[in-house]
């Protein structure tokens, strides 16, 4: 036991000699969804999004629609259309059906490649003014607030409403 008790004051000892060096790091953690979300620069980026995807949801529904009318003109003319013209129209409906997968895959792709170009061009535009924040107020490190593993940080650390005015200020 007695090792297990050094062992302890010397892990104690360690943690005090590093706790001054500690005290000197000052620490803050902003929330880039908000930044994002809230700054003038990140709604115009989202609106801009938001306006895509309702094009791809638009051009969707107008293929899903044609496919749906040619399955139900196929499921009403069953009886009285030959083997062959059923075939031949089946054929399409699946051709079509086909398309529009591909159309939903595509419109997913083109959709996630957007979002990320977006998100890219506005982190290049915030970062400045993220350093900008941090050098004034002679920050050590600056956290993001929820994809750092962060658990709790008090609210005096949040830089988030500065950057936001800062960056659309800056703009």
Known sequence: MKHGARNIGIAVLLVGLALPAAAQTKIAVIDVQRVVSESDPGKESLISLQ?????????????????????????????????????????????????????????????????????????ERIMPVIDEVGRERGLTLIFNKYQSGLVYADEAVDITDDVIRRFNTAQ
Not at 62 to 91: G, P, V, Y
């Open 51 to 123: 306006k895509l995807q309702e094009e791809k949801i638009a051009a969707g529904q107008s293929l899903q629609e044609e496919f749906n009318a040619m399955r139900e003109q196929i499921n009403k003319q069953r009886m009285t259309l030959s083997e062959e013209r059923l075939a031949e129209l089946t054929r399409a409906m699946e051709d079509k059906e086909i398309a529009l997968r591909r159309f939903q895959d595509d419109a997913t792709r083109e959709l996630d490649e957007a979002r990320r170009t977006a998100l890219g061009r506005l982190e």
